[in-house]
């Protein structure tokens, strides 16, 4: 296998949800087995992840080869059905059993084949990056939001609802963890008044070195160019919490109201304007994924020691640990812990990495 390939496929590996990545090693690990029991001991055994790699092959190999009626990008998930987008066409396909339980996420590059009268999907192809979070009912099952994202837009808004950096930080995670780029739209800049500006920009100051970060009004068209240039010609997922504007952005980016929106007051929190995700094709090869916001954003599966890879400000200060494995918690000489207090980091994310490593 090429050198190049490898990185490829490990990136490939990397997008997989956390349930698709176990199957993959199980299916290794049995292979793997068989090939002991079979070979002599003479020449050097493939790892389970050498076999995870070549699973994979294979599988883009399929891919190339495959026959089917038609393919396109999943453009919105019901339970039963979804909508495919085949250049300027929209075809309905039912899901397969599997694909009812959130194998197939809005984003998904799908082959379609016929079934009966209608058209079920077929085959889902090996997806480029993920964004995903555990679901809230089921912690175990992994919910998929949007998959083959080249970017993923973290909204929040000054003032109203709140801006929560923690969330901001959480959602970080996610987003380099499933391979896609983040950058951060704080919309609502008309709430901004001179008694609160300050306190605004100080949450929103540690992210100026970490992301792309724009400040934006959909209603009032503040700071739309910039959003619009920023996303030219990428697939994006527009995350955040309820009432925070992800389908404002989105009415304001094409000039229509394409989504519905809503004032989200004290007494209606928690229930949402936008209830399932939906990709919007803007031409010139831009694609806006608005998903409905979420109350809170859990991380699953996620290892103590691969935490701090998503503080990726973190890294510079790694040489004055002087444990390798340190936590940067409780360990007696450690560089981001010192960094943190000593100000050259910011105190909140470092607080942030704290609360969700003794989460995991
Ligand atoms: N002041 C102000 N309000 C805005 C702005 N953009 C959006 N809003 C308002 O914020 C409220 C929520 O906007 P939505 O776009 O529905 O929010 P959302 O993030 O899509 O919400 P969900 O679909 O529930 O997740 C609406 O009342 C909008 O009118 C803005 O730039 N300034
Ligand atoms: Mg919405
Ligand atoms: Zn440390």
């Known amino acids: 296998m090429l050198k190049e390939d490898t990185s490829e496929l490990k990136r490939r590996y990397a997008a997989l949800s956390r349930n698709e990545q176990l199957k993959l090693l199980k299916k290794a690990?049995?292979?793997?087995?068989?090939?002991?029991?079979?070979?002599?001991?003479?020449?050097?055994?493939?790892?389970?992840?050498?076999?995870?790699?070549?699973?994979?092959a294979a599988e883009c190999r399929e891919v190339v080869t495959a026959p089917a009626e038609g393919c396109g990008m999943v453009c919105w998930l019901g339970p039963l059905t979804c909508r495919v987008r085949t250049g300027d066409d929209e075809v309905e396909c039912l899901l397969p059993k599997k694909g009812r339980?959130?194998?197939?996420?809005?984003?998904?590059?799908?082959?379609?084949?016929?079934?009966?009268?209608?058209?079920?999907?077929s085959r889902v192809l090996p997806r480029q990056t993920v964004l995903s979070r555990p679901d809230p009912h089921l912690p175990e099952k992994e919910l998929v939001i949007a998959a083959n994202?080249?970017?993923v837009g973290i909204v929040a808004a000054f003032v109203?609802?709140?801006?929560?950096?923690?969330?901001?930080?959480?959602?970080?995670?996610?987003?380099q963890r499933g391979g896609a780029r983040p950058m951060l739209l704080l919309t609502k800049t008309d709430l901004l008044t001179a008694a609160?500006?300050?306190?605004?920009?100080?949450?929103?100051?540690?992210?100026l070195s970490l992301m792309p970060v724009i400040r934006c009004s959909p209603e009032q068209?503040?700071?739309?160019?910039?959003?619009?240039?920023?996303?030219?010609?990428?697939?994006?997922?527009f995350v955040g919490k309820s009432g925070v504007g992800k389908s404002s952005l989105l009415n304001a980016l094409t000039a229509s109201r394409l989504a519905a929106t809503k004032a989200v007051g004290v007494k209606d929190k928690g229930r949402h304007t936008t209830t399932s995700s939906t990709l919007y094709d803007l031409g010139g090869g831009t694609r806006i994924i608005d998903t409905p916001g979420v109350r809170s954003f859990g991380l699953a599966d996620l290892g103590a020691a691969a935490l701090q890879w998503y503080f990726p400000e973190f890294e510079e200060f790694l040489?004055?640990?002087?444990?390798?494995?340190?936590?940067h918690d409780h360990e007696p000489v450690c560089g981001v812990r010192e960094a943190a207090l000593a100000g050259h980091l910011?105190?909140?994310?470092y607080d942030t990495y704290l609360r969700i490593l003794k989460s995991l």
């Open 29 to 56: 690990s049995q292979i793997r087995k068989s090939r002991v029991s079979r070979t002599d001991h003479s020449g050097r055994q493939p790892s389970v992840q050498d076999l995870v790699l070549e699973i994979l």
């Open 101 to 121: 339980s959130g194998d197939v996420a809005v984003g998904d590059q799908v082959e379609f084949g016929a079934y009966g009268t209608d058209m079920m999907v």
């Open 149 to 151: 994202v080249d970017v």
């Open 160 to 175: 109203a609802p709140a801006l929560h950096p923690r969330m901001i930080d959480r959602y970080m995670v996610a987003v």
């Open 196 to 207: 609160n500006r300050a306190e605004e920009e100080e949450k929103i100051r540690p992210y």
């Open 221 to 237: 068209g503040d700071g739309m160019e910039e959003v619009r240039t920023w996303l030219e010609g990428k697939t994006c997922a």
């Open 319 to 327: 040489e004055g640990c002087k444990f390798n494995d340190c936590t």
């Open 346 to 349: 910011s105190r909140a994310r």
